[in-house]
């Protein structure tokens, strides 16, 4: 990205003798939905944590539109931070929580006002100006928490995990809320979730991280399709992994022996006598009762109904997964797939990624 609004250039982040965040390399653009993703412990929150300024690097810089802001306190970035544990007043009223550091600007009774009203209608809560805190749902909470932050103007809105503590239905129904509200306003956001299907939902770019480092940095489409390592592929979604080895190459086509799938063809990048790894997700494998012409041999070991899909387990001689397909329900007396039922599984060149088997 050539024109980046915030930088994050080499930071690490070390606690006694643990590195929390390892040589960070980041750049994301005036506003962008931003999302840092990975499992508990990864490094994300500290991180987001720097940007806000409540950790600082041990060593590299952040810079924020042009601006070093390393080590500057927090009240003095152009950023405000949303909690998963939402930390709103509840001895306050709506009105009064989203008018908190406005009245601590010192802002005219009128402009706040008129500012808070406006916040109000953005998060659908006008009319909720008197009720406390205590007296919100869960979603409520946390609209006034982002009108809070918001009210204010940042340049940046920090988002640390703040749909975690919702339920399902009304996550996926924040999820929604949250990104049309951040098109609207058109600030920069930077979320942390070790959710995936949020980050893809909600994101135009994701920073996938693992152990302090982050292994790749690209639009959610890209993620989900073209992985670059298996943690990745294997983070993102369901994967099925098979070893290999390229025994030639034909222009952009590699040749692989796969063992128990044979001979195949895929593109890849990978030198002829390179070990690596072919990746196929669940939903690109066909699966058949009958023989196919270079079809996989298969033994059904289960099968889960999940309404609009169902997941299908089958093993395969000399594989020692089972491999995963799932498969749209799409006619209401569709097959039933029953254990111990042989069948037969196939897929395009293109459904395969190849990795580097280390």
């Known amino acids: 990205m050539d024109e980046a609004f915030i930088r994050i250039e080499k930071v690490t982040k070390?606690?006694?003798?643990?590195?929390?965040?390892?040589?960070?390399?980041?750049?994301?653009?005036?506003?962008?939905?931003?999302?840092?993703?990975?499992?508990?412990?990864c490094g994300?929150?500290?991180?987001?944590?720097?940007?806000?300024?409540?950790?600082?690097?041990?060593?590299?810089?952040?810079?924020?539109?042009?601006?070093?802001?390393?080590?500057?306190?927090?009240?003095?970035?152009?950023?405000?931070?949303?909690?998963?544990?939402?930390?709103?007043f509840p001895h306050l009223n709506v009105f009064d929580n989203i008018a908190y550091g406005l009245r601590k600007a010192r802002l005219p009774r009128a402009e706040l006002d008129?500012?808070?009203?406006?916040?109000?209608?953005?998060?659908?809560?006008?009319?909720?100006?008197?009720?406390?805190?205590?007296?919100?749902?869960?979603?409520?909470?946390?609209?006034v928490a982002l009108a809070r932050a918001l009210v204010n103007r940042p340049k940046v809105l920090l988002l640390d995990e703040p749909l975690g503590a919702l339920d399902k239905r009304l996550r996926e129904s924040m999820q929604i809320e949250l990104r049309q509200l951040q098109k609207s306003v058109g600030i920069t956001f930077v979320f942390v979730t070790h959710d995936q299907e949020e980050a893809l939902?909600?994101?135009d770019r994701v920073?996938?991280?693992?152990?302090?480092?982050?292994?790749?940095i690209a639009e959610p489409r890209t993620l989900y399709?073209?992985?670059?390592?298996?943690?990745?592929?294997?983070?993102?979604?369901?994967?099925?992994?098979?070893?290999?080895?390229?025994?030639?190459?034909?222009?952009?086509?590699?040749?692989?022996?796969?063992?128990?799938?044979?001979?195949?063809?895929?593109?890849?990048?990978?030198?002829?006598?390179?070990?690596v790894l072919i990746a196929i997700r669940p939903e690109k494998i066909v699966l058949s009762s009958d023989a196919v012409s270079g079809g996989v041999r298969g033994i059904i070991t289960a099968s889960a109904y999940l309404g609009e899909r169902s997941h299908i387990h089958v093993m395969v001689d000399g594989v020692t997964e089972p491999v995963s397909v799932a498969a749209q329900n799409r006619h209401r007396d569709g097959a039933q797939h029953n254990g111990g039922e042989v069948v037969y599984l196939s897929w395009t060149p293109e459904a395969m990624v190849i990795l580097p088997r280390a």
Do not use: W
Request: net charge neutral.
């Open 14 to 41: 070390r606690f006694g003798g643990v590195t929390a965040v390892d040589a960070a390399d980041i750049a994301i653009g005036r506003g962008e939905f931003f999302s840092l993703l990975g499992p508990s412990g």
């Open 44 to 88: 994300k929150t500290t991180l987001l944590r720097m940007i806000a300024g409540f950790d600082f690097p041990s060593e590299g810089a952040i810079y924020v539109d042009g601006n070093d802001i390393t080590d500057l306190p927090p009240h003095k970035r152009p950023s405000n931070m949303v909690f998963q544990s939402y930390a709103i």
């Open 114 to 143: 008129r500012r808070v009203e406006e916040a109000l209608a953005m998060i659908k809560l006008s009319g909720f100006g008197k009720r406390r805190g205590d007296q919100l749902s869960g979603g409520q909470r946390q609209r």
């Open 201 to 203: 939902s909600m994101s």
């Open 207 to 216: 920073a996938v991280m693992s152990a302090g480092k982050v292994l790749q």
């Open 225 to 275: 399709e073209a992985p670059n390592c298996r943690e990745v592929a294997d983070f993102i979604g369901t994967m099925n992994f098979f070893d290999a080895i390229v025994t030639s190459r034909d222009g952009d086509i590699a040749v692989l022996d796969a063992g128990p799938l044979g001979i195949v063809r895929a593109p890849a990048s990978q030198p002829a006598g390179a070990a």
